[in-house]
């Protein structure tokens, strides 16, 4: 079952928790490794800089193997800084599954410079959890690192300071570092520990992001190719991104798994087309090679499709109908069960359409995408021979049209 708490009148997604599900909860949120990471001075992560320690629960209290942590040279460019993450999970008394934390802090020579909780989020801000995780990290290992930052960009209204996170080295020193976790029922675990560097040696202008180089999160795209052009608006990447361009027979940005907040426009020129308009897409390749199909239009002589991905786009056509077994089905005896199944194919798009009549009058049939099949569960009411006329097309207007009598 799925539900959620909205605020009624800014639809904002509310924390359940916080309204009065009384679920057991003793249990402090376990940490389980911190990371520490160099950043610009807007917050971005510097490629390559990053250092990371397991850490160590003994008795009752959490701590790093070593309690120092010593910053290496050549971590962070000019003006820049450094941030922390922590992973960290929380689970309830009764269940061994793993839940979210509800909030962090960061204290630095104790005074409180970053603050996070998880009362709600509205869902037009939701997917810069991207920015607020490391989201590779996640992607890779599994592992949920709440950042102790946020970059300039994060518009994320789960934060309860005005401060960016971002330790700025000024001097050559030591800083004590704490961090809290707690969850809903204010079990709360902390960590603490202290960081040094050389502030002569910490900084490299080698590390300096160059806006030629990258595709920066603040900034308005055009990218040209022979065949088409790629648009992107401000606030569609939540990090510099490298831009790789290339072209061939496709249009090639970026990486497929870069996280993406807006999509993307994608316009490939097309001034004559051999088949109906409907029958074109583009697509966009995985990584593991297999193809997602984008929604695509026909505009001022090019095929246009946003998409929530990078990677190699090309122009298809699709003039095949779904591959739909009705072997399964045995026409020639009375059906001994109530429920109809029907395995289908789609090679290439995805499926748009799909309709059962029985004997002229339109009823539900159930469409399993992930398991590729339909199902239809027959009235009980339903008895002897009637017409089943099933009409089952893919998004290019591919139709299979078949009339059968089956009987109950």
């Known amino acids: 079952m799925h539900f959620e708490l909205r605020d009624t009148k800014t639809e904002q997604a509310l924390n359940p928790l916080l309204y009065g599900f009384d679920i057991a909860d003793s249990k402090k949120p376990e940490l389980r490794t911190l990371k520490v990471y160099g950043l610009s001075k807007d917050g971005y992560l510097i490629s390559g800089k990053v250092l990371e320690y397991k850490i160590i629960l003994s008795g009752t209290n959490y701590k790093l193997p070593n309690p120092q942590i010593q910053i290496p040279a050549n971590f962070c460019p000019p003006e820049g800084g450094l941030g922390f993450a922590i992973d960290a999970i929380d689970r309830f008394d009764a269940a061994s599954n793993q839940c979210g934390v509800f909030g962090t ?38 592992k949920k690192y709440h950042k102790l930052f946020r970059n300039k960009e994060n518009i994320l209204e789960i934060y309860t300071t005005e401060n960016s996170g971002i330790l700025f080295p000024d001097q050559s020193g030591t800083k004590n570092i704490e961090i809290e976790v707690s969850d809903v029922k204010n079990n709360i675990s902390n960590l603490t520990f202290k960081v040094n560097w050389d502030y002569q040696n910490i900084f490299s202008e080698l590390l300096a992001i160059s806006e030629s180089d990258y595709i920066m999160p603040d900034k308005d795209y055009l990218f040209e190719y022979a065949k088409g052009k790629i648009i992107l608006k401000d606030n569609t990447v939540y990090e510099p991104m490298k831009k790789y361009k290339f072209e061939d027979d496709y249009m090639h940005l970026g990486k497929y798994e870069e996280p993406i907040q807006n999509a993307i426009e994608v316009k490939i020129r097309k001034t004559e087309l051999s088949f109906p ?49 009705f ?82």
């Open 105 to 142: 802090k960061l204290k630095i020579d104790g005074a409180e410079v970053f603050g996070q909780k998880i009362d709600g989020v509205f869902f037009e801000q939701s997917r810069y959890v991207n920015s607020h995780t490391d989201y590779f990290a996640y992607i890779n290992n599994k």
């Open 277 to 325: 308009e409907e029958k074109y897409y583009i697509n966009v390749k995985r990584p593991n090679g297999s193809n997602a199909y984008l929604e695509t239009r026909y505009h001022d002589l090019h095929m246009i499709a946003e998409s929530k991905y990078f990677g190699i786009f090309q122009l298809f056509i699709d003039t095949i109908a779904p591959d739909v077994n």
């Open 327 to 408: 072997s399964k089905i045995d026409f020639t005896t009375k059906q001994k069960s109530r429920t109809i199944i029907i395995p289908f194919r789609e090679f290439q798009t995805e499926i748009g359409e799909y309709d059962l009549y029985i004997d002229g009058v339109w009823v539900p049939l159930e469409f399993e995408n992930k398991g590729s099949y339909f199902t239809y569960t027959v009235d009980i009411n339903l008895t002897g021979e009637h017409n089943f006329h099933f009409v089952i097309g893919d998004i290019c207007g591919n139709k299979v049209d078949r009339t059968l009598k089956l009987l109950f």
